[in-house]
T-cell receptor, first 111, second 117 residues
């Protein structure tokens, strides 16, 4: 079953602005991953953060994890129109390989 | 990164017919593959875990006789939607990892848009 929610569900910003998306979850996790999906396409992995990590960076992406609050955030800095997509967080629990996805945030970056 | 190829990307079929969707790992072997279903503007719902050489493990509420999964080789898993109905219309996506460890990224196919008319 799915758990956790992303917020906001939709976000519209101007190019150059930063975009922050949040993800919450209910039970303990092994790791949390962020994926991007362009409309009607498959998913592309962005960042994996382990439960013992607090922050990770990759280019213009910054992910934080707060296990005490059971939440994570994805920050995209200096956004571009090409960043327009849906962004999902996904969790693994226990020894399972299964990824449980949140509902996603639809990001629109206006030129 | 590793490549997962899914075919076809789009398919339209008549009610009552069956449709097969293929998921291939092109440059790695995958003992496990995962099949998801995605409704419009919704998240991905895990349908089943495809295990090479053994029966698939289905999630609660997913009809195994409706969604037949075969994982006959380390690079190919197939999902067959049997006796398709309009309510089966959806976006189906497969994924696999290069190693069977939870702390690694998953690679996704391009997805298959199924429309049942």
């Amino acid at each position: 079953s799915q758990q956790g929610e992303e917020d906001p569900q939709a976000l519209s910003i101007q190019e150059g602005e930063n975009a922050t998306m949040n993800c919450s979850y209910k039970t303990s996790i092994n790791n949390l991953q962020w994926y991007r999906q362009n409309s009607g396409r498959g998913l592309v992995h962005l960042i994996l953060i382990r439960s013992n990590e607090r922050e990770k960076h990759s280019g213009r992406l910054r992910v934080t994890l707060d296990t005490s609050k059971k939440s994570s955030s994805l920050l995209i800095t200096a956004s571009r129109a090409a960043d327009t997509a849906s962004y999902f967080c996904a969790k693994t629990q226990g020894g399972s390989e299964k990824l449980v996805f949140g509902k996603g945030t639809k990001l629109t970056v206006n030129p | 990164g590793a490549v997962v190829s899914q075919h076809p990307s789009r398919v339209i079929c008549k009610s009552g017919t069956s449709v097969k969707i293929e998921c291939r790992s092109l440059d790695f072997q995958a003992t496990t593959m995962f099949w998801y279903r995605q409704f419009p503007k919704k998240s991905l719902m895990l349908m089943a875990t495809s295990n090479e050489g053994s029966k698939a493990t289905y999630e609660q509420g997913v009809e195994k006789d409706k969604f037949l999964i075969n994982h006959a080789s380390l690079t190919l898993s197939t999902l067959t939607v049997t006796s398709a109905h309009p309510e089966d219309s959806s976006f189906y996506i497969c994924s696999a990892r290069t190693t069977p460890r939870a702390n690694t990224e998953a690679f996704f196919g391009q997805g298959t848009r199924l429309t049942v008319v």
